[in-house]
């Protein structure tokens, strides 16, 4: 299986912030990287496909970056509604894993 | 508007098999591109991939799991259903239907429409 690492595990930011959570893959993993947001009693929400693609609908504040073993995820400008958890998943092989979640809470 | 379902009991016993099913509306499940998963997430913990449909019958599921997990697809009713046995605590979680499609220059696959999620309790 392939380990997806997170960091941090957690973090406080405030509104306005750059936020920046990283994953890392116990293997190369290529682009296949998605970023997930979740918020308390929600299903996830897709932020991020093949690395660094926008889902559709998702607000441009949202990027990924990376390639191989080492990706991204960047909040540019924090907002309210962007206080959540957030996973990053690998789609390379199966079984599909996530990361463990990164915690975005308010400072 | 692709919209998931899923529905079933509440309460499993230990023991017994836990068996749930996601209704699809506002999208094709025959599609090629899409595969159907069920994903799960114990209280207070992250996600854990259980398995994926295609609708052609071809099913993956997670290794971890072993042989409890049977998924299967039945396209006239434009459902997919997660059979999970020997059921105990541990399977006690918050289980996910969601649409499992490929996209982008890579076709890079990712779970892109999930339902709301239903709780599941293993106990006596």
């Known amino acids: 299986d392939i380990d997806m690492t997170q960091s941090p595990s957690s973090l406080s930011a405030s509104v306005g912030d750059r936020v920046t959570i990283t994953c890392r893959a116990s293997q190369t993993i290529s682009s296949y990287l998605n970023w997930y947001q979740q918020k308390p009693g929600k299903a996830p929400k897709l932020l991020i496909y093949?690395?660094?693609s926008l889902q559709s609908g998702v607000p441009s504040r949202f990027s990924g970056s990376g390639s191989g073993t080492d990706f991204t995820l960047t909040i540019s400008s924090l907002q309210p509604e962007d206080f959540a958890t957030y996973y990053c998943q690998q789609s390379y092989s199966t079984p599909r894993t996530f990361g463990q979640g990164t915690k975005v809470e308010i400072k | 508007q692709v919209q998931l379902q899923e529905s079933g009991p509440g309460l499993v016993k230990p023991s017994e098999t836990l068996s749930l099913t996601c209704t699809v509306s506002g999208g094709s499940i025959s599609h090629t591109s899409y595969y159907w998963a069920w994903i799960r997430q114990p209280p207070g913990k992250g996600l854990e991939w259980i398995g994926s449909v295609h609708y052609t019958g071809t099913t993956y599921h997670n290794p971890s799991l072993k042989s409890r997990v049977t998924i299967s697809v039945d396209t006239s009713k434009i459902q997919f259903t997660l059979h999970l046995s020997s059921v105990t605590a541990a399977d006690t979680a918050v289980y996910y239907c969601?649409?499992?499609?490929?996209?982008?220059?890579?076709?890079?696959?990712?779970?892109?429409?999930w339902g709301q999620g239903t709780r599941v309790s293993v106990s006596s």
């Open positions: 093949g690395a660094s």
């Open positions: 969601a649409r499992d499609s490929a996209q982008g220059s890579i076709a890079a696959r990712s779970f892109d429409y």
